[in-house]
């Protein structure tokens, strides 16, 4: 007899996740201040890794784009490729995201800022 498949449920702990949206810095005026931004902190989550495709590494070339990270956040989260993201002391823009239904999570690809 075959032995019933165990349900393994992904596990969201390796390290924590900031986003944040940046504008640009305005003066008392009103206006716009070159070069300088503010970040507001939009939202963080646990995340746990994922490993970079070769079709990911395709399409992202086709933009000049190198992804450095993907992972994976659990559920459907309000993201936005303009936000920046925080892991730690580095940082990332946000490249792609995607909401995978089968699984419950939206998968994001980061490209890190030097």
């Known amino acids: 007899m075959l032995k019933k498949k165990d349900i393994i449920q992904p ?3 390796a390290g924590k996740i900031t986003f ?3 504008s640009p810095k305005k003066d008392k005026f009103g206006t716009i201040i ?13 995340f746990r890794h994922l ?3 070769a079709s990911d590494t395709y399409y ?8 450095s990270r993907k992972l994976a956040v659990r559920g459907k989260t ?14 990332y823009e946000v ?9 419950n999570e939206t998968e994001i690809s980061l490209k890190e800022v030097d």
């Open 78 to 91: 309000n993201i936005s490729t303009k936000y920046i993201a925080k892991i730690g002391d580095k940082i």
């Open 11 to 13: 596990v969201y702990n």
């Open 34 to 46: 070159r070069g300088e931004y503010q970040e507001e902190k939009v939202s963080s989550h646990w």
């Open 51 to 53: 490993g970079i495709t």
């Open 20 to 22: 944040y949206s940046v």
């Open 95 to 103: 490249y792609r995201y995607f909401y995978a239904y089968k699984n």
């Open 60 to 67: 992202a070339h086709a933009d000049d784009v190198d992804i």
